[in-house]
């Protein structure tokens, strides 16, 4: 729009030069035929009338040129009055354009201001964020390595007890028994000394129970004995790939046909519990003080003293549900409550913690025998399960 107004403007501006230069002509030019003589003299009679004609001319030249120059001025100043008006029009668009771009300038700038705000707040935000994870990472890695020092700690203390395992479990053969782990072998005073021992772990006292709960003291050599070839098959399956699950035919059987019975108590959900403390390893059974359990009255009859005072102290096992002398209690895992069992439950608790305590040593490859020898020590540990749910147990229980 620039560029028309300046082309309109030189146009406008050459008419303006060439009618001012045209008039100027049109001054400096002589009237023609004005001095001429009003009458001519009669020997030029032809030239007068000649002389008329020619001012005749020259007076319609004159008329036809004013009207031109007339018509020029008129279109000069038609000229310049739309010449001003365009340019009035281009000023006033221009002024509207730049009050828009201002606005729109102001709005960018409102934009840019709020932009700058947010990224602000935002990056405030981020390193408060920042600094709050980096605090609490700080934390979590602090308790990891106090966990990983328990746990190598423990890592330890579990590696040492393998360790004396390995020892106990490989120096102790049918013709050289340890007699750590059979302690019926030892003298009558040592046997004294290690009665009073004052807990037993399902996990450490499996192999010392299960040695000292011998219904039949005769020699094993003296029985007489032949495998079964459909036991001896699903033990070999299950000696191949060692597992705890019961989907294995071998473990199943002795589920089904000892594990089930042998714990299977009149109080059907604390069997429930004890089955599964057994399961993974979590049963405590250990030795109780007289003047910790809860007593029971009963006549004298029933517990052999005068007067109702009672020679030995009676409680009722959690188990069976029965008033029975109780010698020991049991805790599941560590939930800290001990529930009071009778001799003959415990006798059968620890028949199978014996079973579960000997296939765990085999999982873990404990065990370096003949594989004939392990299913014998199988079918003896099954054999003292049934004894136990058939209600023999040793006296010194």
């Not at 001012?20 to 001095?35: T, Y």
């Not at 589920?255 to 399961?279: H, I, M, N, W």
């Not at 009859?301 to 020679?311: L, T």
């Amino acid at each position: 729009m620039g560029e028309d107004s300046e082309e309109y403007m030189r146009e406008t501006t050459l008419q303006a030069s060439s009618q001012a230069n045209f008039e100027e002509d049109s001054q400096k030019q002589p009237a023609i035929g004005h001095w001429k003589p009003l009458m001519p003299s009669k020997g030029n009679k032809e030239e007068t009338e000649t002389g008329c004609q020619d001012a005749g001319g020259v007076d319609e030249t004159q008329s036809t040129e004013q009207l031109n120059m007339s018509r020029l001025r008129s279109s000069s100043v038609e000229i310049r009055e739309k010449g001003s008006e365009f340019l009035k029009e281009e000023l006033h668009k221009a002024q509207k354009e730049l009050k828009l771009k201002d606005k729109e300038c102001e709005r960018l700038s409102k934009v840019r201001e709020q932009l700058e705000q947010e990224l602000e707040e935002l990056t405030a935000s981020l390193f408060e964020e920042a600094h709050k994870m980096v605090r609490e990472a700080n934390t979590k890695q602090a308790a990891s390595e106090k966990q990983l020092r328990e746990a190598r700690g423990k890592i330890d203390m579990l590696q040492a007890e393998v360790t004396a395992l390995k020892t106990l479990v490989i120096t102790s053969t049918p013709s050289s028994p340890n007699r750590e782990l059979h302690p019926q072998l030892q003298s009558p005073s040592k046997a004294g000394f290690r009665k009073g021992h004052g807990r037993n772990k399902s996990t450490s006292s499996a192999v010392v129970s299960a040695a000292s709960q011998n219904v039949t003291p005769e020699p094993v050599s003296r029985e007489c004995k032949e495998v079964d070839s459909i036991l001896f098959a699903e033990f070999q399956a299950w000696k191949e790939s060692p597992t705890l699950d019961k989907s294995s035919s071998f473990l199943d059987r002795i589920y089904r046909e000892d594990v089930g019975p042998c714990l299977d108590f009149t109080k059907q959900e604390l069997s429930e519990l004890v089955r599964v403390a057994v399961e993974q390893n979590t049963l405590t059974i250990e030795p109780v003080a007289s003047q910790t359990l809860p007593m029971v009255k009963v006549s004298a009859e029933e517990c052999g003293g005068p007067n109702g005072f009672r020679s030995q102290i009676v409680t009722k096992c959690a188990l069976s549900g029965l008033p029975r002398t109780c010698k020991h209690r049991i805790m599941l895992g560590d939930s800290g409550n001990y529930y009071y069992i009778s001799p003959s439950c415990r006798a059968r608790i620890t028949a199978v913690c014996n079973f579960f305590t000997y296939i765990r040593y085999i999982q873990q490859g404990l065990v370096r025998q003949d594989v004939e020898l392990m299913y014998w020590e199988v079918m003896r540990l099954r054999r003292e399960m049934s004894l136990a749910k058939l209600g023999f147990y040793p006296s010194d229980m």
